[in-house]
């Protein structure tokens, strides 16, 4: 569909975090979505802490390689300082709404 230059496009501020679903497995702390301001939509993001350690994990594909489970990224950035600077954002979109709070727990 080719897109209307005269059509505004929509466009937030910030991340949005939702569908919270709670999964405490080693540094595994749960499952969310993030929606980005540019409107693309990353479902099955996963929060990670260890001790005061935080990371979020985007979506993969697992294979087997050798007899060993391994993961292949389905989404990757152009350099380490866009990485970082996404996992900070993300990680103080779910600071501020703190879904663990509101949605439905196990």
Not at 14 to 26: A, L, M, P, Q, T
């Amino acid at each position: 569909m080719p897109i209307n230059p005269t059509t505004p496009v929509r466009f937030q501020r910030y991340i949005k975090i939702s569908g919270w679903r709670n999964h405490n497995k080693g540094t595994l702390r749960g499952f969310f979505t993030a929606e980005l301001p540019s409107g693309m939509i990353i479902h099955d993001c996963m929060l990670h802490e260890k001790g005061e350690d935080r990371w979020i994990s985007l979506p993969s594909r697992e294979y087997e390689q050798n007899n060993e489970r391994k993961f292949q990224p389905i989404i990757t950035f152009v350099d380490r300082e866009a990485e970082h600077k996404f996992r900070d954002q993300v990680l103080t979109a779910l600071d501020e709404s703190q879904p663990w709070n509101r949605e439905a727990r196990p």
